[in-house]
């Protein structure tokens, strides 16, 4: 990303992920899949992976666990480029009109000035670090 769009534009964030209890192992060996984007809570940001700097938010995606009763919770390590404010784009991201070279955003916020919530739109923006078990 910096080698595209010059030094210091790639940002690292640590983002938490409500996942379902029956995928834990398939995501850990294969990562998120961006083909199901937006199946489970719809995409109001655009089509892309959520994530949220905030477990409380992500927890509300974490259903239990129906035998232990027990929830899970990915922490991620995500690189954001440039984002832009979201809204229910189609599968490809708006055009990054900021850049001279005319790339496409990587991610969309919630909100631009103190984001929370981010949908990344590339699977390689983004690696599973942990997998949090709770109750």
């Known amino acids: 990303m910096e080698t595209l769009n010059g030094i210091d534009v790639a940002e ?3 983002l938490f992920h409500g996942i379902t209890p029956g995928i834990v192992e398939t995501i850990c060996a294969e990562n998120l899949d961006i083909r199901l984007a937006g199946t489970n ?3 109001v940001l655009g089509h892309g992976t959520y994530f949220s700097t905030a477990a409380k938010m ?3 995606y974490a259903s239990p666990d129906p035998k232990s009763g027990h929830r899970f919770m990915l922490l991620l390590s995500g690189s954001c480029r440039k984002v832009d404010k979201g809204t229910a784009w189609p599968k490809t991201s708006p055009k990054n009109y900021y850049v001279y070279v005319r790339r496409l955003y990587n991610s969309c916020v919630d909100n631009g000035l ?3 919530i981010f949908c990344i739109v590339d699977h390689v923006q ?3 670090e ?3 078990e709770y109750e």
Request: a neutral charge; glycine letters at 6%; charged letters at 20%.
């Open 12 to 14: 690292e964030k640590l």
């Open 41 to 43: 809570a719809g995409a």
């Open 58 to 60: 992500s927890d509300c």
């Open 114 to 116: 103190k984001p929370s």
């Open 126 to 128: 983004y690696y599973p």
């Open 130 to 132: 942990y997998v949090i």
